[in-house]
């Protein structure tokens, strides 16, 4: 019923978020095999997925935890239909374009990049190590910012963020 409606007010898309802590593969299979259940009802309802498994940027198996997400999710774009497609929001890799093929598979609309906690200089810089991700970025959107900055001095600090992430995604 909500999908229904989401639909009728013209929404884009919904998204399901899981945080991975530790290089679990049996846990990381269940959490995208949720993701893409539920991301299959959201498409029945003419809804874009937005499939989101972060990975925790402080998990001492970070790479692992990459390398077990990316084959997860490989598997189960390669079980959708030719014409589904769905959007991932994603941790930004330790190794540049590690997620390319995923940005290349038919079955994705777009890659979406998460800050995670990272500086927004951190995130920046890894994101321009990743051609043709972009950016979906809350955290590092804000760093620096205050409700108590005068109007001129936040505006300027929020110009220069959006600038400096932009430059960033569009390598």
């Known amino acids: ?18 945080v991975i802590k530790r290089a679990n593969a049996d846990g990381i299979k269940a959490i ?14 003419g809804l874009m997925p937005i499939i989101e498994p972060e990975i925790d940027i402080n998990s001492p198996d970070k790479g692992d935890c990459e390398g077990l997400l990316k084959a997860q999710i490989l598997e189960q774009l390669d079980s959708m239909q030719g014409n589904q497609q769905v959007m991932l929001k994603l941790t930004l890799p330790d190794q540049a ?14 890659v979406v990049a998460l800050s995670g906690g990272y500086t927004r200089e951190d995130a920046t810089r890894r994101l321009a190590e990743n051609q043709r991700m972009i950016a979906s970025f809350s955290r590092a959107l804000t760093e620096g910012l205050s409700a108590k900055q005068p109007d001129e001095d936040f505006e300027k600090s929020l110009d220069s963020s959006v600038e400096s992430i932009y ?5």
């Open 1 to 18: 019923a909500l999908l229904a409606k989401a639909k009728q007010r013209d929404v884009f898309g919904t998204k399901m978020r899981s």
């Open 32 to 45: 995208i095999a949720q993701q893409f259940d539920v991301g299959r009802q959201i498409l029945a309802a």
């Open 97 to 110: 374009n590690f997620y390319r093929d995923l940005i290349e598979h038919p079955n994705i609309l777009r």
């Open 167 to 171: 430059r960033a995604s569009i390598t």
